[in-house]
């Protein structure tokens, strides 16, 4: 390295007016060279030693600043090393020093160890050389298997086997045991496969935030949707947000009395939700922790941004992804691309955040996490979500996001060879994602304004966008240390007479904050008469339910069709587009003591491509049901058991943590007892039939 780094200072000293490795009446070759290489000397130097503690000093200021200090002080290393070299002829300007600085651990890292991802003698002495470092450092590691499971947020079943056919994902083809296209055409053999693939079925709310607070702490009891308004509190819950998830953690935790999944010897990285782990980086339930080593979030930063190499590397693939998403940006609105929405503003910067620097960072943890030998380690990665939410599940954008991610997979299997015990590695999905259009722009009017018009208030002539909640978004906020409020929402409304409508995907939340329960159909009907009519007899909206004083709950559609929840399995009525275990979702959520006062699904077309009709400024979009959402996958080594048998369906975030434990049993984890699984809890009855 230090010979590279020596050459690119002299070709840079050549190219560049303003970085001089010669006094001004020159100097001889030998006198240059000599210069270069201890200039580039004392840069290595300086980078090993000094730039650890300035990236934990940096760690008090937010991680997004960091990034961008990144070439700021990679030329300020270098000006301090130029200055050390004896003959004192080296010279540079502030800003070419930068430019050096970043060139020259550009240069090092792309034909160093640390990109040699494609070299597999390179790479594989380069994990040699951390695992045996890790392995004087740690005692000898268990022989049982730990498990890694690396959660690929969005990505649905179907969407997986489309990328796998279209060799997007050939680590995952492989562990699949299909054949792959081989770089000039013809096709590799099949291989003996490693992993099972099983589909499973996501509950009514659809989302990150009750799908993986299901599967990392057993229980997502009373989470309806990605936002609602509960009406004790008099306030907006939010997933994302950092106080907000903490408190849904803590709700859990209580409900379940276990710590979660990770509870001990246990990593979580890049998540919601904890799951009980003692190691966790870059999670939002501690985001809003500030002081001691509680606050571990951000340590995952320090822990990647301390290598230099890493820094540079990181900041300019957030560049060009920047670039990146603009041009396509571009090239979708002079072709008129339907259906879009909009891509500007700080978007880029949020896309390039969550398939870079998260995916970087996050997947850097999970191989520390390896190496040190942990039990369990959960990780999401949110790339492929957060520009499915924008340029749609199925587009070109989307799909070379999936290929990057295969190849992060690809990164954590070769560590796993070299980890001081044996590693399984499951990869699973929370949901997945349905298409379509928003259903303002079908409609010219979103759903706050046509729940306004059934009310008889006054609607604005301009209709105000829903912007979009996606995870990555929020981990963006809370790396900035900003208080995540959406689209202008407030968490505690002011106006109370008024209704509050909250979107989540293609799922809409209506609540009265003036009434302090929740609102049966026949209030509704005597407040407002036309409202729940309107509603349920537009075009956009597929149903709705309300709780009823005569049956205790109802499914409203189209044309008067009113169901009770008992009947549902006899007449599904306006679910029964909707596929199977539509009605036990509804069904569930009905019970959840913060379901609102009306609950809207939008219209889905399975004949128009599962089209849904998102209520956010989303084209592709999920939370509620409808198509693909609702369909995610386990991909599960074949070591394991079975995730269910023959004839049965994987239903629901909670069975998805019961059947982890189940394998974390199998592999002896310490950290879940060896009892028989338990059977789930029955929910309880709606209130007004307890009554």
Known sequence: MWVVSTVTMLVLAGLLPDFQLQSADGDSATSIAMTAALGAGAFGLLSALVWPLLVRLLLLVPALVLGLL????????LIVALRLVPSGDSEAA?????????????????TGAALAVRDDDAYRRRLYRLADRRRRALPP?????GTVFVQLDGVGHDVLLTAVGKDLMPTVARWLGKSTQGPAGPARPAHRPTHRLTPWRTDWSSQTGASQLGILHGSNHDVPAFRW?????????????PADAAELQRRAVDRTGDGGLLAADGASRGNLFSGGADEQALVLSIATRRRGRENRSRAGYFAYFSDPANAVRTALSFVAEVVREIGQSTRAGLRKVRPRVSRGGLYPLVRAFATVVERDVVVAAVMGDMLAGRTAVYADLVAYDEVAHHSGPGSRDAEKVLARLDRSLALIE???EHAPRPYRIVVLSDHGQSPGETFRSRYGLGLGDLVRAGCGLPVPRRARRTHSGAEARAAVRAALRRPVEEGGEQRRPSRRSEPIVLASGNLGLVSFPDVPHRMTKEEIDARHPA?????????GVGFLLVRSEEHGGVVLGAYGAEIPLDRLDEDPGPLKVFGPGAADAVRRTHTFPNAADIMVNSAYDPAEGGEVLAFEEQIGSHGGLGGAQGKPFLLSPLAFSVPVGDGEDLVGAEHVHRVLRRWLREANGPQVPLEPEPEPEPEPESEERAA
């Open 414 to 416: 070769k560590v796993a």
């Open 531 to 539: 409202l729940l009519t309107t509603l349920a007899n537009h075009p």
């Open 141 to 145: 590691g268990p022989s049982s298997p």
């Open 229 to 241: 308004y509960e009406k004790a509190g008099r306030e907006v819950m939010v997933c994302n947000r």
């Open 94 to 110: 502030p800003e070419t020093a930068v430019i050096v600085a970043a060139v020259m651990s550009a240069v090092a890292s792309a």
């Open 70 to 77: 990144v070439f700021f002080l990679n030329g300020s290393l």
